[in-house]
């Protein structure tokens, strides 16, 4: 990682950033960020401070983008360069469920996409805890029955930068300001894991974060693309906190056949993938016990209150793995 050094104890009051403690080097023409500060040099000259807290400076991302309703990145704007890529979007000051839609590209090899929200904007990018939601519970629209343990990885076969356990230096961490990513000039390390090789497209993987309360607006995110093969282009798009549609269904049961036979007593709800939102439960969309989507439904066989004949799905993970008919 690069060291730098300023005039004063406050980097948003310095007036000057060099590249040597006695302060007679100075750092060259670039973005410097610090603690959620972005400060720009320019033919030598230290621009006046900007906060990524702010909206109206453009470091940080509306959920309601418009025209399009959500806030969407892409590292394609970054001319395919390997590293981290640090953005923030204002949620707006509503709760419920906020879903999130990732895409890679094809031929990309290890891409990870890191979300959270809070004061912990990220963890550890080498062996730091990464045990929140954001985190944990992670499945994509790819017919996956096991959660990934720790962040969503792709990569192409037969690149050895993909392997689970491999440690790759010197990634250099961009911020998302006014429409183009920039370079800190912080270089940091990224630990591979839970690699998945993927010989097809995997589309659209889609994760909901629950968010109840108002007190905290602010999701941090980074796209890691960890190895130096090029080609890359991954993106995402963040909807605003919305409620999610409930179903009536039954008491989770061991089959389908049982699950027909019992009264519709209980409320399921929906984090669409495939399904139709709000209409019919399609495979690999999520299943939660709240219209938040902070738990989610226990592994087993429901039968819904829409069709005819009625619908049953099996959960597995979270997940929907089977639909039929009663």
């Not at 439960?281 to 039968?303: C, H, I, K, P, R």
């Amino acid at each position: 990682m690069a060291i730098f050094y300023i005039d004063s104890s406050d980097f948003s009051t310095a007036t000057a950033i060099y590249t040597n403690p006695a302060l007679t080097s100075p750092a060259g023409d670039g973005y410097y960020q610090y603690c959620g500060i972005i400060r720009q040099i320019s033919a030598g000259i230290l621009q006046p401070p900007v906060s990524c807290d702010d909206i109206a400076v453009g470091c940080v991302l509306n959920c309601n983008q418009q025209p399009a309703g959500y806030a969407a990145v892409t590292t394609n704007l970054s001319g395919n360069n390997n590293g981290m890529y640090d953005f923030e979007v204002e949620l707006s000051n509503t709760t419920g469920a906020v879903r999130v839609e990732m895409t890679v590209s094809l031929a990309q090899s290890s891409t990870a996409f890191i979300f959270q929200l809070g004061e912990d904007s990220y963890p550890n990018p080498v062996y730091g805890n990464r045990g929140s939601r954001s985190a944990t519970n992670l499945l994509g629209a790819t017919g996956a029955t096991l959660p990934i343990a720790q962040r969503y990885t792709y990569g192409t076969a037969g690149d050895s930068c993909n392997a689970v356990s491999t440690i790759v230096t010197g990634l250099k961490v961009f911020q998302y300001y006014n429409s183009a990513w920039n370079w800190t000039n912080i270089t940091n390390s990224e630990y591979i894991t839970d690699g998945i090789n993927i010989v097809a497209d995997p589309g659209t993987m889609v994760l909901y974060i629950p968010k109840t309360s108002n007190d905290v607006n602010l999701l941090r995110a980074r796209i890691v693309e960890a190895c130096p093969v090029g080609g890359y282009n991954s993106s995402a798009r963040i909807y605003c906190p919305a409620l999610l549609p409930g179903f009536l269904s039954t008491t989770v049961d061991t089959t389908s056949l049982l699950a027909c036979g019992k009264a519709r007593t209980i409320t399921i709800y929906q984090g669409h993938v495939n399904g139709t939102p709000a209409s019919s439960f399609g495979l690999y969309d999520w299943v939660f016990a709240d219209e938040y989507s902070t738990t989610l439904v226990a592994d087993g066989y429901y039968a819904l209150d829409y069709g005819t004949p009625k619908a049953w799905i099996r959960v597995q993970n979270g997940i929907v793995t089977q639909i039929g008919s009663c």
